[in-house]
């Protein structure tokens, strides 16, 4: 068999470059990728083509392709990872440690809104407080009248009252002290290094003379506070948080005679075995010695309270006092003659 004639096979490698160059040479490469090009963009911007894109998002095949190419689980996990990364942490602390962060976290701190919010939350909870402490003295003022008078065998009272018994007036006191007690603290340790230059003493403390004359200038500016609170709005800050508040003839108006002997017949109620002050228990109409003596009376007044959701308020007639309520959350009136 004849071997093939080496000379008639065609190289392709060199004839195609020089076809290449030969297309190069007369442009004619050029001009076929600029019809390639512009058939392509021709198609992509027919309408045949837009319909059929807009077909395929509207039935939601884009998105059924776009969800089955996305692996839900492998997402999750690798976001999982790139938020517990170290790059994170690091990333993290850097924002935080940052001029703008900072500056951001003065300006919310600083906000009104941030400082209303705080300031309700904080007045809820003092007012949640101050209405089950009033609802719970005023049911063991009642309590402690009953065994009084069981105590000695003798009939209550069965007419209900509107004056404040002895349980709310001595929690609204002790209120009180609790304040002027804190205040006086904080004044005396302002000035624990001048009164003992002051008044002399040895190393341990002050003399006694002068103990005694600093706890009578306590005393009276206690009762000073005292009388000035009943004169001003017949009320210490004691009595408003329960909801109680003095009267003198039907008025709220106190005036500062009234308050002043009120205040200086307390000594006197207390001294001889607090029996000026228990006679709160057996008074049909809750009087103290220090009430008979300055002609004034306490009575529950929800309506000054700080809490009070459904303010009431109280009329005076002549001979007698009635109360008026809307929508009042009290556990029940107290409305009764006046007639002595």
Request: glycine residues 10%.
């Given at each position: 068999?004849?071997?093939?004639?080496?000379?008639?096979?065609?190289?392709?490698?060199?004839?195609?470059?020089?076809?290449?160059?030969?297309?190069?040479?007369?442009?004619?490469?050029?001009?076929?990728?600029?019809?390639?090009?512009?058939?392509?963009?021709?198609?992509?911007?027919?309408?045949?083509?837009?319909?059929?894109?807009?077909?395929?998002?509207?039935?939601?095949?884009?998105?059924?392709?776009?969800?089955?190419?996305?692996?839900?689980?492998?997402?999750?996990?690798?976001?999982?990872?790139?938020?517990?990364?170290?790059?994170?942490?690091?990333?993290?602390?850097?924002?935080?440690?940052?001029?703008?962060?900072?500056?951001?976290?003065?300006?919310?701190?600083?906000?009104?809104?941030?400082?209303?919010?705080?300031?309700?939350?904080?007045?809820?909870?003092?007012?949640?407080?101050?209405?089950?402490?009033?609802?719970?003295?005023?049911?063991?003022?009642?309590?402690?009248?009953?065994?009084?008078?069981?105590?000695?065998?003798?009939?209550?009272?069965?007419?209900?009252?509107?004056?404040?018994?002895?349980?709310?007036?001595?929690?609204?006191?002790?209120?009180?002290?609790?304040?002027?007690?804190?205040?006086?603290?904080?004044?005396?340790?302002?000035?624990?290094?001048?009164?003992?230059?002051?008044?002399?003493?040895?190393?341990?403390?002050?003399?006694?003379?002068?103990?005694?004359?600093?706890?009578?200038?306590?005393?009276?500016?206690?009762?000073?506070?005292?009388?000035?609170?009943?004169?001003?709005?017949?009320?210490?800050?004691?009595?408003?948080?329960?909801?109680?508040?003095?009267?003198?003839?039907?008025?709220?108006?106190?005036?500062?005679?009234?308050s002043l002997i009120r205040a200086l017949a307390i000594p006197l109620a207390?001294?001889?075995?607090?029996?000026?002050?228990?006679?709160?228990?057996?008074?049909?109409?809750?009087?103290?010695?220090?009430?008979?003596?300055?002609?004034?009376?306490?009575?529950?007044?929800?309506?000054?309270?700080?809490?009070?959701?459904?303010?009431?308020?109280?009329?005076?007639?002549?001979?007698?006092?009635?109360?008026?309520?809307?929508?009042?959350?009290?556990?029940?009136?107290?409305?009764?003659?006046?007639?002595?």
């Amino acid at each position: 068999m004849a071997e093939p004639n080496a000379g008639s096979l065609e190289e392709p490698g060199p004839r195609g470059s020089v076809a290449s160059r030969l297309a190069g040479v007369t442009g004619l490469e050029r001009a076929i990728a600029n019809v390639v090009e512009e058939t392509i963009v021709r198609t992509v911007e027919s309408d045949a083509v837009v319909q059929a894109i807009e077909r395929i998002v509207e039935d939601g095949r884009l998105q059924t392709a776009v969800e089955r190419s996305i692996d839900q689980e492998k997402l999750e996990e690798a976001i999982r990872r790139a938020i517990d990364s170290d790059v994170a942490d690091r990333i993290w602390d850097e924002i935080l440690a940052s001029d703008k962060a900072q500056k951001l976290v003065e300006r919310v701190a600083e906000a009104p809104e941030v400082r209303v919010a705080i300031a309700q939350q904080g007045f809820s909870l003092i007012s949640d407080i101050g209405r089950q402490v009033s609802r719970i003295t005023e049911a063991m003022d009642d309590a402690a009248e009953r065994l009084a008078h069981a105590l000695i065998r003798s009939k209550g009272h069965e007419e209900e009252t509107n004056q404040a018994g002895l349980i709310t007036r001595g929690a609204a006191f002790a209120i009180d002290v609790g304040l002027l007690t804190g205040f006086i603290s904080i004044a005396s340790g302002l000035f624990a290094s001048i009164i003992p230059t002051i008044f002399g003493g040895d190393g341990d403390g002050i003399s006694t003379g002068a103990f005694a004359l600093l706890s009578t200038l306590g005393l009276l500016f206690g009762g000073s506070v005292f009388v000035t609170f009943w004169t001003l709005i017949g009320q210490t800050p004691g009595m408003r948080f329960l909801g109680i508040r003095l009267q003198a003839g039907g008025s709220n108006e106190i005036g500062f005679k009234r308050s002043l002997i009120r205040a200086l017949a307390i000594p006197l109620a207390v001294i001889p075995f607090g029996l000026g002050i228990l006679a709160i228990l057996y008074s049909p109409r809750r009087h103290a010695l220090q009430d008979y003596l300055a002609g004034t009376e306490v009575i529950y007044d929800e309506s000054s309270a700080p809490w009070s959701l459904s303010p009431r308020e109280w009329v005076h007639q002549e001979g007698e006092t009635t109360e008026v309520t809307e929508g009042r959350d009290r556990p029940r009136a107290r409305v009764r003659s006046r007639d002595r």
